[in-house]
């Protein structure tokens, strides 16, 4: 403890050290345990609450930078006083890994960084690492109503990790994932420099346009370039239970949906729900799609590509792009748009998810299995949801970025159990129904490498050692089925920038060791 407390002070004392008071004064922007404010810091906004625990590590302290001199000051302090950093940004990890280590840590939370420029004129907009894809949104709106940006669904996700991930929603088969569209990036590296894509070199800005967040230092902005949109799009819901035929029409979308047209994005989610049957439990399929055209468009294509579902004009409802953000955020429709900004917009659970990639059409007989699942011992509320690959993605090369998962695929599966705090006593038995429910499905998934998307971070695939040596081939079973082939470019990367591995956590890059 007292070589802790030294290494605190010393820390403290590093930073304070460090700061330029005329450029911004770090004194208001850290928090140490003894801080009034701490937990409440802390504590906001958390992704998964199965991380927030009276038992859940808690760091030394929190800085959150106003300035980008104070990211590179608690660098420079972190590494000289042997403290690891956990960078946060809308903390939505999860598995919690921006804001819990195991060793004596640091945390940065970037929500003051948060400002957001968009020009209309060259369709570009830079954006710091603190705001949310919901405030990216919202600022697009602002200036233009045929502009966005193809990135994910629920407002209140950060854009550092976002798109350090990948970051994929409902414009993916038109135009590919959010880090497709980064064209230039300010990022705080090991030795604490600010570098942009010129300085930092192709190399490393390949490898944090997809690569995972926090393997190679701190995002501090993004430039993106934004994507035209239609005046107007068309989206529509259908839900259908067992009984009416679902699982013959979720065979069928398999068919249908990667192969539509680009500008057709239809997905599905799955939840139990009680019957019409009293007292039994059925599943539920609902159809959700976004369409960038007219009614009468999307009407006469799905009479030709999905006939099954029988869409008629009535399903539909027309709108513009930012409506539709709303619509599909399940924010009510009559909530002014302001809802987008807000942090605060979903009730906080405990959950568990892993993710999927499929490339032959998944049986009937076995679509049914999965449905009996649901229906054992009841284990929280489940949540599929699958969404369908091609279009633009086929385009892509998988070495283009580190995102790994473009042609081939038909669709990405999403599995999640949530559960309440009264549950959390014994979580175990969550986490082992969601493990045997992927078990359950390996036959029907991707193989050599089981596929998995790094954004929906999964510590069940394999972890880093404690300290910071972990093998290649350690970390070959979690890193190639992230990133495929591209984990050794990765590697590579992270070799050259980084060799003592001091942005390190349970799943990053780790750099090769001569041993
Ligand atoms: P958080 O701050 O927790 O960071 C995630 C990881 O990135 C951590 O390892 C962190 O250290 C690192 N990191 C964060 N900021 C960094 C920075 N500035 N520099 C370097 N490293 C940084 N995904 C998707 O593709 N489409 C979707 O629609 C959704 N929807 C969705 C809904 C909900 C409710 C959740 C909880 C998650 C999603 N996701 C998603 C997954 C999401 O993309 C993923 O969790 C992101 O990593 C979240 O980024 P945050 O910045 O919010 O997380």
Redesign the pocket.
């Known amino acids: 403890w007292a070589t802790l407390g030294q290494t605190h002070e010393g820390f403290l004392q590093c930073l304070l050290l460090h700061s330029d008071d005329n450029v911004a004064p770090i004194s208001n922007a850290i928090y140490t345990q003894n801080n009034s404010s701490f937990a409440s810091v802390l504590d906001f906004p958390y992704?998964?609450l199965r991380f927030s625990t009276p038992t859940t590590p808690k760091p030394l302290v929190i800085v959150k930078p106003t300035h980008v001199s104070h990211i590179q000051a608690t660098v420079n302090c972190s590494r000289k006083h042997g403290l690891q950093v956990?960078?946060?940004?809308?903390?939505?990890?999860?598995e919690?890994?921006?804001?819990v280590a195991q060793d004596s840590f640091v945390v940065i939370d970037?929500i003051d960084l948060r400002s957001i420029n968009v020009d209309v004129g060259s369709k570009t907009a830079w954006i710091q690492?603190?705001a949310?894809i919901g405030e990216l949104y919202y600022r697009i709106a602002e200036i233009s109503t045929t502009l966005a940006f193809p990135?994910?669904?629920?407002p209140?996700?950060?854009?550092?990790?976002?798109f350090?991930?990948?970051?994929?929603?409902m414009l993916m088969r038109k135009f590919g994932?959010?880090a497709d569209h980064i064209i230039d990036a300010h990022?705080v590296d090991v030795d604490g420099r600010i570098l942009d894509r010129k300085s930092m070199g192709e190399d490393l800005f390949w490898a944090?346009r997809g690569g995972?967040?926090?393997s190679?230092?701190?995002?501090?902005a993004w430039k993106v370039e934004l994507v035209s949109v239609p005046p107007v799009v068309t989206v529509f819901t259908i839900n259908k239970v067992l009984e009416e035929n679902a699982t013959k029409l979720v065979h069928r979308w398999q068919y249908a949906a990667p192969k539509s047209p680009e500008d057709l994005f239809l997905r599905i989610f799955f939840t139990d729900v009680n019957s019409t049957q009293e007292g039994k439990r059925t599943i539920q399929a609902s159809f959700v799609s976004m369409f960038l055209g007219r009614t009468d468009q999307l009407v006469k294509l799905m009479q030709e590509n999905f006939p099954e579902l029988r869409l008629v004009k009535e399903d539909c409802h027309e709108m513009n792009w930012i409506e539709s953000i709303i619509y599909f955020a399940e924010i009510p429709n009559s909530s002014p748009l302001d809802a987008l900004l807000d942090r605060n917009l979903?009730p906080e659970t405990f959950f568990k998810a892993k993710s999927d990639y499929v490339k032959e059409p998944i049986p009937e007989t076995a679509l049914e299995g999965l449905w009996q699942r649901f229906y054992e011992e009841k284990p929280g509320t489940v949540e599929l949801i699958f969404s369908p690959y091609e279009g633009k993605m086929d385009e892509i090369p998988e070495s283009e970025t580190p995102f790994p998962h473009r042609a081939g695929n038909l669709y990405k599966i999403y599995y999640e159990v949530l559960w309440e705090e009264k549950d959390n006593l014994a979580p175990q038995k969550h986490l082992d129904w969601m493990r045997r429910l992927y078990s359950y499905m390996a036959p029907y998934v991707s193989k050599s490498p089981r596929e998995a998307?790094v954004?929906?971070?999964d510590l069940d695939l394999g972890t880093n050692n404690k300290g910071n040596y972990t093998s290649y081939r350690q970390a070959s079973k979690w890193g190639v089925r992230y990133f495929k082939d591209n984990f050794n470019r990765l590697v590579r990367v992270k070799t050259m920038v980084d060799p003592h591995n001091f942005f390190r956590?349970e799943q990053s890059i780790p750099p090769l060791v001569r041993e």
């Not at 350090?164 to 929603?169: A, D, P, R």
């Open positions: 992704g998964n956990r960078v946060r940004s809308g903390g939505h990890d999860h919690g890994l921006s804001y970037l690492a603190g949310t990135a994910g669904v629920c209140t996700v950060g854009v550092g990790g976002h350090s991930g990948g970051g994929y929603g994932i959010a990022l944090i995972g967040g926090a190679f230092g701190v995002v501090v979903y998307y954004n929906y971070r956590n």
